[in-house]
């Protein structure tokens, strides 16, 4: 089993350009997340879904979108791309039941020149 | 509302203890910990669930006190491959089923030989 993939591993954008990161896992987990992740700080919730078709915001969501249109892909898009937006994006998956772990992707560096 | 960390930082010998605490100002009904690598993604470490369940890796104990609101992370005896940054993850129970964690800003864990 692969886990969870992201792609792509690196990317440096101009000031509004536009990207989607894919997140891609195997497991057959109901739950996805993505998350950003700025220097020095914890990670922070930009949006989920409970399962295929559905998504919802998190707590950063301004500037993103989502969609989960296949039950084992989840896409996060930046239609806009900002300075403020350059961070480590990591996805996530989880299966359903109370006491589940969350299993991380490798990551995404992304740099918004 | 983000749990806080403490301390924010810690040095240590190799085969010396440490304890990073979590506190959230609201009602728990679950705690994560993450250990976090330079340029790697999170790796599970441990759940405290409400009523005291508890699930994780069996050299890593913690507490979890639902009435404070706060959770301990007991690293004995450590090794240099505890080095890292931990971060708790808060949830204050479903909602939408999603099981949506609130990470602190992490605990950097630094062991010297």
């Known amino acids: 089993n692969a886990g969870v993939t992201q792609t792509p591993k690196f990317r440096v954008l101009k000031t509004g350009q536009s990207m989607t990161l894919l997140c891609a896992q195997d497991?057959?987990?109901?739950?996805m997340y993505w998350y950003r992740q700025d220097p020095g700080m914890g990670l922070r919730l930009i949006h989920y879904?409970?399962?295929?078709?559905?998504?919802a915001k998190g707590e950063v969501p301004d500037g993103y979108n989502v969609s989960r249109l296949k039950k084992q892909n989840f896409l996060l898009g930046l239609e806009s791309a900002a300075p403020s937006q350059t961070s480590v994006y990591f996805c996530a998956s989880r299966p359903t039941g109370i006491g589940n772990e969350q299993f991380f992707g490798p990551g995404t560096r992304l740099t918004v020149l | 509302q983000q749990p806080v960390q403490s301390p924010q930082a810690v040095i240590l010998r190799e085969g010396e203890d440490a304890v990073i605490n979590c506190s959230s100002s609201?009602?728990?009904?679950?705690v994560h910990w993450y250990r976090q690598k330079h340029g790697e993604a999170p790796v599970f470490l441990m759940i405290l669930l409400k009523g005291g369940e508890q699930k994780g890796h069996e050299k890593i104990s913690a507490s979890f006190n639902e009435k404070k609101q706060q959770s301990s992370l007991y690293l004995t005896a450590s090794q240099l491959s505890y080095s890292g940054t931990y971060f708790c993850?808060?949830?204050?129970?479903?909602?939408?089923?999603?099981?949506?964690?609130?990470f602190g800003q992490g605990t950097r864990l630094t062991i010297n030989p």
């Open positions: 609201k009602a728990l009904y679950s």
């Open positions: 879904s409970v399962g295929e078709g559905t998504t």
């Open positions: 993850g808060t949830d204050g129970g479903f909602i939408q089923g999603a099981q949506k964690l609130v």
């Open positions: 497991m057959n987990h109901e739950y």
